[in-house]
């Protein structure tokens, strides 16, 4: 029940694509969605977030679709650069108990030039 | 303003040897977690201390693995005797007081190996 289902493992974007980024969760408890982004030898960076209470929220290129009765949550990254290129990581939390996010496996994005 | 510090950026030891990290968290921030990251387990939490009080030491792999925050602006992560399953980048991140969240700011991590 705590964990987060994230998919896919890797990605591989056309340059000015649309990299999608699933993510799962069976908790109800969880109340915020974090995304983070990871570049390598960087410790993770904490890219976008969402409540349950918005379906959608957009930052620049990046936006969180949030399917609250689905319990899923997708990372949309639009016109895809190879700036881009990074680990994705969605996590979830519940605010209200104990302070531990619970994190997805990860995605590892290529966007080729 | 800087941001999570954490040092050495990279450890090399031989199994047996004990290594100690580093990390001074974001001033003002008043948690601080440790974490660990493989290819094979991903992140994993091992623990984090609230005010310099650990709250949650469940993450911690054995005994041979320890954690301390002596102050607001200092912890260390110990392990003793290391073990080359051991070897992962360990990073430390802090969080703003106040209400829980989701954001955590993370150093860029110690990357450990144990031969």
């Known amino acids: 029940q705590q964990q987060v289902k994230q998919s896919p493992q890797s990605l591989i974007v056309q340059k000015g694509g649309i990299s999608i980024i699933n993510c799962a969760y069976e908790?109800?408890?969880?109340?915020?969605f974090p995304w983070y982004q990871q570049f390598p030898g960087k410790g993770p960076a904490l890219l976008i977030a969402?409540?349950?209470d918005v379906s959608e929220k957009k930052e620049g290129r990046f936006t969180i679709s949030f399917n609250k009765s689905a319990k899923q949550f997708s990372l949309h990254i639009m016109d895809s650069q190879p700036g881009d290129s990074a680990t994705y990581f969605c996590a979830a939390i519940n605010t209200h108990s104990n302070y531990q996010l619970i994190w997805g496996a990860g995605t590892k994005l290529i966007i080729k030039p | 303003d800087a941001g999570v510090i954490q040092s050495p950026r990279h450890e090399v030891t031989e199994m047996g040897q004990e290594v100690t990290l580093r990390c001074k968290p974001i001033?003002?921030?008043?948690?601080l977690f440790w974490y660990r990251q493989t290819m094979m387990r991903g992140l994993e939490l091992l623990i984090y201390f609230n005010n310099n009080v650990p709250i949650d030491d469940s993450g911690m792999p054995e005994d041979r693995f320890s954690a301390k925050m002596p102050n607001a602006s200092f912890s260390t992560l110990k392990i003793q005797p290391s073990e080359p399953r051991d070897s992962a980048v360990y990073f430390c991140?802090?969080?703003?007081?106040?209400?829980?969240?989701?954001?955590?700011?993370f150093g860029e991590g110690s990357r450990l190996t144990v031969l």
């Open positions: 001033s003002g921030h008043d948690y």
């Open positions: 908790n109800t408890a969880f109340d915020y």
């Open positions: 991140a802090s969080s703003l007081p106040g209400t829980a969240t989701g954001e955590l700011f």
């Open positions: 969402i409540r349950p």
